[in-house]
């Protein structure tokens, strides 16, 4: 995690976006809709352009806002997103199908967990990020790992959760963020031993966690 400082410092280099992008991130802000910040967004788009994806599975689409930005990062790459809440999947249908998009983003409403054959249907994946609900990190990647390509790399969001991982569990007055916070340390750990995977995670944002699956011939 990064001061306050130089979060605003590095928030002033980043290029200015186009009007629609403005108006998604105060759709979020004024909608209370949790997005990736600025900064984790430009480590997530980095990714995205050394692996250059052809095919994305997004795992919590919100109003669209990622799912976006990632296929203007890469123009030729399809991504396939799922969002449960109604109200949410019906805007990211607005934003994206506004933007021209619809056509390089498909839009599954439901919950990923009972989606999992349309999901596959539409895979394999080169990328898969998970943005979802945090309690359920870990499903989603046993889930889904076995759709990725050898060499994909799956991203999962929010894995530092407020730096409350680096707490004990005393100082956590929210008995929810107690149970979340020590889901997400379970998750790390897990990610840490997946011994088909090499898995770093970066301090940007909420925390990223970033996992390359190793060729099966590189183990």
């Known amino acids: ?6 979060k605003l410092y590095l928030e002033g280099l980043i290029p200015d976006r186009q009007q629609e992008i403005l108006h998604m991130e105060q759709q979020a802000q004024e909608g ?11 480590a997530l788009l980095q990714v995205i352009r050394l692996h250059k994806p052809k095919r994305i599975l997004e795992i919590g689409t919100a109003i669209g806002y990622s799912a976006i930005r990632m296929v203007q990062a890469v123009p030729d790459s399809r991504v396939i997103t799922v969002e449960r809440d109604p109200e949410r999947f019906s805007q ?4 994206t199908t506004g933007m021209g998009l619809q056509d390089s983003i498909h839009v ?3 919950d990923a967990l ?3 054959s349309e999901i596959e249907e539409a895979g394999p994946y080169d990328f898969i990020f998970i ?3 945090k309690g359920q990190y870990q499903r989603f990647f046993q889930e889904f790992e076995n759709m990725l390509v050898p060499g994909g790399v799956i991203v999962s969001d929010n894995v530092l959760f407020r730096g409350f991982v680096t707490k004990g569990n005393e100082e956590i007055k929210s008995r929810r963020f107690r149970k979340l916070t020590d ?3 379970n998750y790390n750990e897990f990610l840490m031993d997946q011994s088909n995977f090499h898995t770093t995670i970066l301090p940007v944002g909420d925390g990223m966690a970033v996992s390359i699956m190793k060729d099966k011939e590189k183990k």
């Open 108 to 110: 599954i409403e439901g």
């Open 1 to 6: 995690m990064i001061s306050e400082e130089m």
């Open 32 to 42: 209370n809709v949790p997005i990736m910040d600025l900064i984790g967004m430009e």
């Open 114 to 116: 009972e989606k999992i």
């Open 92 to 95: 990211a249908m607005d934003n």
């Open 183 to 185: 889901k997400i340390r």
């Open 131 to 133: 943005d979802a609900a």
